[in-house]
């Protein structure tokens, strides 16, 4: 649901879930009860705005703005949609979203979508220039430009609830992501860490580092 239909087929399995469970808790809401059903459905947030409609069923992204939820650390997948939520990510779609689900629902669709298998997906091209290589791995001092495999491993892989896996990313959506903390749009990071990062990189190193990143192999889900 980083990103954003649902049929009567759903609608109606989801409807004989709800009317057999009848060991459900009082006040609790079949409908939503669990991250799977929330990713299918789209909760309060309506079937259109179901998570799969742009993340796919099995989370792997769209390709392009959409990006790969599966098998990303469980607390960056909470943070970003209370980010959304409360607006500290700017995104009208997601803004809409996040904000018509309860924090268990959004604490629920994030656990079920790291817990789900990443695919072995490359969305970008990894055989990029040695500059660009280099660039991604070591920085540049020179600039003050720190490492992306400092934090984002240099599989890709990510380190840590904060850092997020890259590897199998869809490098458009990478891309984007940088130009919204050039331009300050986005400043959700840890210490404003990305934000200056990405106001010392060029159109050119943005797209071609996204590039990279999004065609290294990581090293499996967190």
């Known amino acids: 649901m980083l990103g954003i239909a649902g049929g009567s087929t759903i609608a109606a399995c989801l409807l004989l879930v709800g009317c057999g469970a009848s060991g459900e808790a009082p006040g609790r809401d079949p409908f939503t009860a669990t991250g799977e059903l929330i990713a299918l459905s789209g909760g309060e947030?309506?079937?259109r705005n179901a998570c799969f409609t742009c993340h796919g069923l099995a989370g792997?992204?769209?390709?392009?703005g959409a990006p790969?939820?599966?098998?990303?650390?469980?607390?960056y997948l909470a943070k970003q949609l209370q980010d959304y939520a409360d607006g500290r990510r700017p995104d009208p779609t997601m803004h809409a979203i996040a904000g018509k689900l309860s924090q268990s629902e959004r604490l629920s669709v994030a656990a079920w979508?790291?817990?789900m298998p990443a695919r072995d997906v490359a969305y970008g091209e990894d055989a990029a220039s040695p500059a660009i290589a280099a660039l991604y791995q070591n920085g540049d001092p020179a600039r003050g430009?720190?490492?992306?495999?400092?934090?984002h491993g240099a599989a890709g892989e990510g380190r840590g609830p904060a850092n997020p896996p890259l590897a199998?990313?869809?490098a458009p959506y990478l891309a984007e992501q940088l130009r919204l903390w050039q331009d300050a749009k986005r400043r959700n990071s840890p210490q404003q860490v990305m934000l200056t990062i990405s106001q010392r990189l060029t159109e050119a190193e943005?797209?071609?580092?996204?590039?990279y990143a999004a065609g290294l192999p990581g090293q499996g889900a967190p």
Not at 60 to 64: A, F, K, L, P, R
Not at 145 to 151: E, F, Q
């Open 45 to 47: 947030a309506g079937a």
């Open 113 to 115: 979508y790291a817990a």
């Open 60 to 64: 792997q992204g769209d390709g392009e």
């Open 168 to 170: 199998g990313q869809p």
């Open 145 to 151: 430009l720190l490492a992306c495999a400092r934090c």
């Open 206 to 211: 943005i797209a071609a580092l996204s590039d």
């Open 68 to 75: 790969r939820l599966a098998g990303l650390p469980y607390g």
